[in-house]
């Protein structure tokens, strides 16, 4: 699959990402949070931006198994480190407004000023992580390691 299509794939995956949760987080708070779209649209468009490169890292890998054999050491480790900062910033940010939504604030004030912010950090730390952990770290200089 040539770079083209796989951006063309990929941009219009971010967009459904975008479409279907932004639509179902909206609805799904109505009932419970007035303006519930201010939920709705930043949770759809983080769904929709973490779509979109997942996509076409998933999509070059895929590529390049199917011509080779064996995906290339360069896009594993960008898929792992990409896959490793999403589970980090899910996992953190939502451990943290959590935690600050069982105090006494409200659900929109913990995921904006709380989970965001630590999903962020935690994303990064996860990502940096991820990137550290590959094999290919460990091989001795000039080895080929697929």
Do not use: C
């Amino acid at each position: 699959m040539n770079t083209l299509r796989k951006s063309v794939v990929s941009l219009l995956a971010g967009i459904l990402a975008f479409a279907i949760v932004g639509v179902g987080v909206t609805e799904a708070l109505a009932p419970h949070v007035w303006p519930s779209a201010m939920l709705g649209l930043p949770a759809g468009f983080v769904a929709g931006m973490v779509a979109l490169p997942l996509t076409y890292l998933g999509l070059t890998y895929r590529t390049e198994r199917r011509a080779t054999g064996h995906a290339s050491v360069r896009t594993r480790r960008r898929l792992r480190t990409f896959a490793g900062a999403t589970v980090g910033f899910v996992v953190g940010g939502g451990l943290a407004m959590g935690v600050v939504w069982t105090q006494a604030i409200g659900l929109a004030t913990a995921i904006v000023f709380v989970g965001f912010p630590v999903g962020l950090l935690s994303a990064v730390v996860a990502g940096y992580l991820a990137f550290r952990r590959s094999s290919v770290d460990r091989q001795p200089p000039g080895s080929t390691a697929h």
